[in-house]
């Protein structure tokens, strides 16, 4: 389950008990944390030590990640969505991996697993433009699968903004797929967390 990036905001939420579950809509509460993980930033390497949470109807428990990361990806989703910007906009990947500071393999992974989901990826964003501003949630073709999808992304993206604040795009991606952007699991990408 991807949260806001804010942990103190996050912890009072689910103490407050205004957190809901994402399987059954119940209120979650607090259940200790998840397991600690090392995420790749920008800034250099960044400890997590995720909050669990644990549902009071369905007895569920889910570890709340913050929106800065992706299921199963231990780069921060910035740099995921930067290579994947670049890329769409014509840089090779390993030009990117070696400005990123990222290893090759890792960037091609990113670039096919998004170029695989393309047109998932552009539904799902679309749909989320169109609920968060229905005035004007309209996604113009942008002449590829990858570039479409992108043009949903930022669409997707603004119409958050609008309803919300500001917030930094791919963030955004991560909160609306559910962390599901690249993952093997398309199940995410056909749900959607609106
Ligand atoms: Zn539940």
Redo the contacts with the bound molecule.
């Keep these: 389950m991807i949260v806001c990036a804010e942990e103190a905001r996050v912890e009072a939420e689910l103490v407050d008990g205004l957190l809901a579950?994402p399987?059954?809509?119940?209120v979650?509460g607090p259940r200790g944390h998840g397991r600690e993980r090392v995420l790749r930033c920008r800034s250099g390497d960044r400890l997590l030590v995720p909050r669990r949470a644990r549902?009071r109807?369905?007895?569920?428990t889910h570890v709340l990640l913050p929106e800065v990361v992706l299921l199963r990806r231990h780069d921060e989703v910035a740099v995921i969505g930067e290579a994947i910007e670049a890329n769409v906009a014509g840089e090779g990947h390993r030009s990117i991996a070696s400005r990123l500071g990222v290893p090759a393999d890792t960037v091609r992974g990113w670039l096919r697993r998004f170029v695989g989901r393309a047109e998932l990826i552009r539904a799902l964003f679309t749909r989320c433009a169109v609920a968060l501003d229905p005035m004007h949630g309209s996604v113009l073709p942008a002449g590829s699968g990858v570039a479409d999808a992108l043009e949903a992304v930022a669409v997707a993206g603004r119409a958050w903004v609008l309803r919300f604040g500001p917030r930094p795009v791919w963030q955004i991606v991560s909160r609306l797929s559910a962390g599901g952007l690249l993952s093997r699991n398309t199940s995410s990408l056909a749900t959607g967390a609106l």
């Design positions: 579950c399987s059954c809509r119940e979650l549902c109807g369905c007895a569920g």
